[in-house]
Nanobody, 115 residues
Framework: QVQLVESGGGLVQPGGSLRLSCAVS????????MGWYRQAPGKQRDLVAT???????NYADSVKGRFTISRDNAKNSMYLQMNSLKPEDTAVYYC?????????WGKGTLVTVSL
Protein backbone atom coordinates (compact mmCIF):
# COMPACT_ATOMS: atom_id res chain seq x y z
CA GLN A 1 0.00 0.00 0.00
CA VAL A 2 1.35 3.39 -0.99
CA GLN A 3 1.54 5.94 1.81
CA LEU A 4 2.51 9.59 1.66
CA VAL A 5 3.38 11.53 4.79
CA GLU A 6 3.92 15.28 4.81
CA SER A 7 5.94 17.20 7.36
CA GLY A 8 7.43 20.65 7.85
CA GLY A 9 4.35 22.83 8.12
CA GLY A 10 3.91 25.46 10.78
CA LEU A 11 3.52 29.13 11.56
CA VAL A 12 5.81 31.60 9.79
CA GLN A 13 5.85 35.36 9.42
CA PRO A 14 5.33 37.02 6.05
CA GLY A 15 8.58 37.00 4.11
CA GLY A 16 9.78 33.89 5.88
CA SER A 17 10.62 30.43 4.60
CA LEU A 18 9.55 26.86 5.19
CA ARG A 19 10.57 23.53 3.73
CA LEU A 20 7.96 20.84 3.35
CA SER A 21 8.85 17.18 2.99
CA CYS A 22 6.88 14.23 1.72
CA ALA A 23 8.03 10.71 2.57
CA VAL A 24 6.64 8.06 0.24
CA SER A 25 6.39 4.33 0.84
CA UNK A 26 6.37 2.96 -2.69
CA UNK A 27 8.60 0.43 -4.31
CA UNK A 28 8.76 2.34 -7.58
CA UNK A 29 8.89 5.91 -6.32
CA UNK A 30 11.18 7.08 -9.10
CA UNK A 31 8.45 6.35 -11.65
CA UNK A 32 5.88 8.60 -9.98
CA UNK A 33 5.00 12.10 -10.98
CA MET A 34 4.92 13.94 -7.69
CA GLY A 35 3.21 17.15 -6.75
CA TRP A 36 2.19 19.57 -4.07
CA TYR A 37 -1.34 20.91 -3.83
CA ARG A 38 -2.88 23.29 -1.32
CA GLN A 39 -6.32 24.06 -0.01
CA ALA A 40 -7.15 27.28 1.79
CA PRO A 41 -10.20 27.46 4.06
CA GLY A 42 -13.39 27.56 2.03
CA LYS A 43 -11.57 27.10 -1.26
CA GLN A 44 -10.86 24.26 -3.66
CA ARG A 45 -7.63 22.30 -3.70
CA ASP A 46 -5.21 23.86 -6.17
CA LEU A 47 -2.00 22.76 -7.81
CA VAL A 48 1.17 24.32 -6.39
CA ALA A 49 3.93 22.45 -8.23
CA THR A 50 4.72 19.13 -9.88
CA UNK A 51 7.87 17.21 -10.71
CA UNK A 52 8.02 14.33 -13.15
CA UNK A 53 10.04 11.16 -12.93
CA UNK A 54 12.55 12.85 -15.23
CA UNK A 55 12.81 15.93 -13.05
CA UNK A 56 10.75 18.36 -15.13
CA UNK A 57 8.94 20.88 -12.97
CA ASN A 58 5.81 22.95 -13.26
CA TYR A 59 4.58 25.73 -10.98
CA ALA A 60 1.41 27.68 -10.38
CA ASP A 61 1.88 31.29 -11.44
CA SER A 62 1.26 32.44 -7.89
CA VAL A 63 4.37 30.66 -6.56
CA LYS A 64 6.81 30.96 -9.47
CA GLY A 65 10.13 32.39 -8.35
CA ARG A 66 9.32 31.79 -4.67
CA PHE A 67 8.80 28.03 -4.36
CA THR A 68 11.05 25.19 -5.51
CA ILE A 69 9.97 21.57 -5.82
CA SER A 70 12.55 18.79 -5.74
CA ARG A 71 12.81 15.06 -5.18
CA ASP A 72 15.36 12.57 -3.90
CA ASN A 73 14.63 9.17 -5.40
CA ALA A 74 17.23 7.50 -3.18
CA LYS A 75 15.26 8.64 -0.15
CA ASN A 76 11.76 8.17 -1.62
CA SER A 77 11.11 11.80 -0.78
CA MET A 78 9.89 15.02 -2.28
CA TYR A 79 10.35 18.55 -1.01
CA LEU A 80 8.92 22.03 -1.39
CA GLN A 81 11.14 24.95 -0.47
CA MET A 82 8.94 27.97 0.13
CA ASN A 83 10.51 31.42 0.30
CA SER A 84 9.08 34.92 0.55
CA LEU A 85 5.90 33.53 2.03
CA LYS A 86 2.75 35.61 1.91
CA PRO A 87 -0.42 35.46 4.00
CA GLU A 88 -2.25 34.16 0.93
CA ASP A 89 0.00 31.09 0.99
CA THR A 90 -1.80 29.97 4.14
CA ALA A 91 -3.35 26.57 3.44
CA VAL A 92 -3.15 22.87 4.08
CA TYR A 93 -0.48 21.51 1.75
CA TYR A 94 -0.97 18.02 0.33
CA CYS A 95 1.55 15.68 -1.21
CA UNK A 96 0.37 13.84 -4.33
CA UNK A 97 1.86 10.90 -6.15
CA UNK A 98 0.62 9.75 -9.55
CA UNK A 99 1.48 6.57 -11.39
CA UNK A 100 -0.46 6.06 -14.57
CA UNK A 101 -4.06 6.92 -13.78
CA UNK A 102 -3.84 6.31 -10.05
CA UNK A 103 -3.47 9.16 -7.55
CA UNK A 104 -2.24 8.85 -4.00
CA TRP A 105 -2.57 11.58 -1.37
CA GLY A 106 -1.10 12.42 1.98
CA LYS A 107 -3.17 13.79 4.84
CA GLY A 108 -1.72 17.27 4.57
CA THR A 109 0.32 19.69 6.62
CA LEU A 110 -0.86 23.13 7.67
CA VAL A 111 1.12 26.21 6.69
CA THR A 112 0.08 29.47 8.32
CA VAL A 113 1.67 32.75 7.25
CA SER A 114 0.85 35.45 9.74
CA LEU A 115 2.38 38.07 12.02
Amino acid sequence: QVQLVESGGGLVQPGGSLRLSCAVSAGSFSRYTMGWYRQAPGKQRDLVATITSGGSTNYADSVKGRFTISRDNAKNSMYLQMNSLKPEDTAVYYCNGRLGWVDYWGKGTLVTVSL
